[in-house]
């Protein structure tokens, strides 16, 4: 990928972030964390679960 177009990317990705609610905000940042903590975990499907948690207790 050129990085023009990496460059685009980002910024595609930084407008999506900045249209979404605060609430919304909080819980990508929390998906992208988990996402980074369980990068390297041997059994992957732990991930799924704590999104769903995240997104249970965010929604309380």
Known sequence: MSKERAMNAQETAKEILNKLSP????????????????LHVKTPTLLTN???????????
């Open 50 to 60: 704590k999104i769903i948690e995240a997104a249970k207790e965010h929604a309380k």
């Open 23 to 38: 609430e919304a905000r909080i819980l990508a940042k929390r998906v992208l964390e988990l996402e980074r903590e369980y």
